[in-house]
């Protein structure tokens, strides 16, 4: 081993043990540190064999170990800890060393650690980094935000530890502040959403049609083989569903308890939404799912007040095709939801984003992966896309999707099986397809009781109408 480290990283739960061993893979010295020493020798003792790593015990040895620049990489707990390890740092580490931040942070605490981190002429980079336990291992997908100096000094690093696709590695600099970290975000957002679509399907083929664990694995593998399904959560969910229970010998998905939990990302991508004014409903409707999920005892007590209705599923072929095209525009749509979020934050913060690097990015290594993202790729690679919806690459196969996305919709509503995602998603293609929705009305009723006045269709101005008698409320 060389005598100097090229990166320290701290944290060693096993994102980080396995990050560390994949960039020590790659050739790149690396030391490792984690508040808990022990944890570190387990990780040494247990886990290291043959690549270049460093442990230490304290933050000092640490960063001494390491050549300069100095990279230090913390893959701790979101919140409290990144502050905790950012303040030792600034005082061990020296202009034009590089922070990075590879945690899920909010966007917001990136943009200020970043000018906490300039104001002492350190680098701070908020990057996202995606693939779960085995990405950070084989390699994940990198989305790094902040000065693109820092970005330079580890640029090596990172490219050559993310995944790879055809056309480069998965991580690319992705523009100033916080602007790794809300990709990050936004790719979190998505990914609820293709969960919950997956997870529509699996109610409608078991509550609905009765279908056992196993003959739904069959159906998610025979979709997991098609150009337009084929994906990372297709797959896995392939492999849950024909898992058994090795004591009980039964599908194990059958003995899981059903109330979803959740660490934040997707309800901050709905929050940022509002508040950027960009509607995201399918990824919206996905964090609530999880949300309602958790309310075990109001379920309950809804089943013993209401029946479900008599209902005759359609014929099962009829039903598994059209759940198809459903998954198939649900994926569309949330993508959709999440690249528009993405072009607002981008002229909002001023992050440049290149949009048509996002989906080249996440074709790799991260949750999200799925055969679609090249041609959603090359969809945004035309200038003028932002919304996916409208893109030409696009068009037929919305088109042919649309009809079967309402007979899902319609079956899981009269059969009273909730699909949120799905009718979200109709919702959204729905609204951006009506040439005049009813917020016209919604107008008059604010000029009616708050005087707020409207725009009228046949001339210009700001009108405000003397409705009659007033509502006193
Ligand atoms: P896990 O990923 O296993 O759920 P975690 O609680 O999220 O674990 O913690 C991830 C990493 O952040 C660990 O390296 C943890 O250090 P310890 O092994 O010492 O617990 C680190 N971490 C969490 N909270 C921390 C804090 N307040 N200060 C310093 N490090 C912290």
């Known amino acids: 081993m060389s005598n100097k480290s090229m990166i320290a990283i701290i944290g060693m739960a096993v994102m980080g043990q396995n990050l560390a061993l994949n960039i020590a893979g790659k050739g790149f010295p690396v030391t490792v540190f984690n508040r808990t020493t022990e944890t570190t020798e387990r990780f040494f003792r247990e886990r290291v064999n043959g690549v270049p790593i460093r442990p230490t015990s304290t933050l000092e040895e640490c960063i001494q170990s390491l050549e300069k620049p100095r990279r230090v990489m913390l893959m701790v707990k979101a919140g409290q800890a990144v502050d905790t390890f950012c303040q030792k740092l600034y005082s061990l580490l020296g202009p034009g060393d590089v922070i990075i931040d590879g945690g899920n942070s909010h966007f917001t605490d990136t943009n200020r650690r970043v000018l906490e981190a300039e104001r002492r002429g350190l680098f701070y980079l908020g990057t996202g980094i995606s693939g779960g336990e085995e990405g950070a291992l084989s390699g994940p997908s990198i989305m790094p935000g902040g000065h693109r100096d820092a970005y330079e000094a580890v640029q090596n690093i990172l490219e050559k530890s993310a995944a790879q696709a055809e056309d480069g590695p998965c991580c690319t600099y992705l523009g100033p502040e916080s602007a790794g970290h809300f990709v990050k975000m936004v790719h979190n957002g998505i990914e609820y959403a293709f969960m919950q679509a997956i997870a529509e399907c699996y109610d409608l083929l078991s509550r609905g049609c009765g279908l056992p664990a196993g003959e739904i694995g069959d159906i998610f593998h025979e979709w997991n083989a098609t150009e337009s399904l084929g994906s990372y959560l297709v797959e896995i969910t392939w492999k849950i569903l024909k898992h058994r229970d090795q004591e009980t010998g039964q599908p194990l998905i059958?003995?899981?308890?059903?109330?979803?939990?959740?660490?934040?990302?997707?309800?901050?991508?709905?929050?940022?939404?509002?508040?950027?004014?960009?509607?995201?409903?399918?990824?919206?409707?996905?964090?609530?799912?999880?949300?309602?999920?958790?309310?075990?005892?109001?379920?309950?007590?809804g089943t013993t007040i209401y029946q479900p209705p008599v209902f005759t599923f359609p014929p099962r072929a009829k039903l598994i095709d059209s759940l198809g095209h459903a998954l198939f525009l649900a994926q569309t749509t949330a993508f959709s939801e999440g690249?528009?979020?993405?072009?607002?934050?981008?002229?909002?913060?001023?992050?440049?984003?290149?949009?048509?690097?996002?989906?080249?990015?996440?074709?790799?290594?991260?949750?999200?992966?799925?055969?679609?993202?090249?041609?959603?790729?090359?969809?945004?690679?035309?200038?003028?896309?932002?919304?996916?919806?409208?893109?030409?690459?696009?068009r037929d196969d919305i088109s042919r999707a649309?009809?079967?996305?309402?007979?899902?919709?319609?079956?899981?509503?009269?059969?009273?099986?909730?699909?949120?995602?799905?009718?979200?998603?109709?919702?959204?293609?729905?609204?951006?397809?009506?040439q005049r929705l009813p917020s016209s009305l919604i107008q008059a009723q604010r000029d009616f009781f708050g005087a707020h006045a409207f725009r009228r269709i046949d001339r210009e101005g700001i009108f405000h109408e003397q409705w009659g008698e007033r509502d006193s409320g």
């Open 254 to 301: 059958d003995l899981i308890s059903d109330q979803a939990e959740q660490k934040g990302t997707g309800k901050w991508s709905s929050q940022a939404a509002l508040d950027l004014g960009v509607p995201i409903p399918a990824i919206t409707a996905s964090v609530v799912a999880r949300t309602l999920s958790s309310y075990v005892g109001f379920r309950k007590m």
């Open 402 to 434: 649309l009809d079967p996305l309402r007979e899902v919709v319609a079956t899981a509503i009269y059969a009273g099986i909730p699909a949120p995602l799905f009718s979200a998603s109709l919702g959204y293609l729905d609204g951006f397809c009506s």
């Open 339 to 394: 690249m528009h979020l993405l072009a607002e934050a981008s002229r909002e913060f001023a992050y440049r984003l290149p949009l048509s690097e996002v989906p080249r990015i996440w074709k790799g290594g991260c949750i999200i992966r799925s055969r679609l993202l090249k041609r959603f790729q090359s969809a945004f690679a035309s200038q003028n896309t932002t919304l996916l919806i409208h893109s030409p690459e696009f």
